[in-house]
């Protein structure tokens, strides 16, 4: 499975960006599709996950700016950011799960996202 990641760039704070990713190499539709981001000098976090049932987990500081949107059929996923601040500005990694036919975790290149103050 390979996952292609786009949407990255600069924007000022305030703005919005949009993401997307997509899972190609597999005939199954994903478990759960998301986003991780690491910022410079941290740990690597859940921004927000989606799961094959359409529920939705979210890092608790993005809630009510990010909305993620994924369809199995078609294994993508999107993920809106708007109100973006400058503690957004990490690279984002797209992160896709299978079960079928057997487990895989599998990596986006990452896109970087800059906000500027």
């Known amino acids: 499975v390979q996952l292609q990641a786009s949407g990255g760039g600069l924007v000022q704070t305030g703005g919005s960006l949009r993401l997307s990713c997509a899972a190609s190499?597999?005939?199954?539709?994903?478990?759960?599709m998301g986003w991780y981001r690491r910022a410079p000098g941290k740990l690597r976090d859940l921004v927000a996950i989606?799961?094959?049932?359409?529920?939705?987990t979210y890092l608790d500081s993005v809630k009510g700016r990010f909305t993620i949107s994924g369809d199995g059929a078609k294994n993508t996923v999107n993920m809106q950011m708007n109100s973006l601040k400058p503690e957004d500005t990490a690279v984002y990694y797209c992160?896709?799960?299978?079960?079928?036919?057997?487990?895989?975790?599998?990596w986006g290149q990452g896109t970087l996202v800059t906000v500027s103050s």
């Open positions: 992160n896709a799960q299978f079960f079928s036919p057997r487990f895989s975790e599998n």
């Open positions: 190499g597999t005939s199954d539709s994903f478990h759960s």
């Open positions: 989606i799961l094959h049932d359409g529920s939705t």
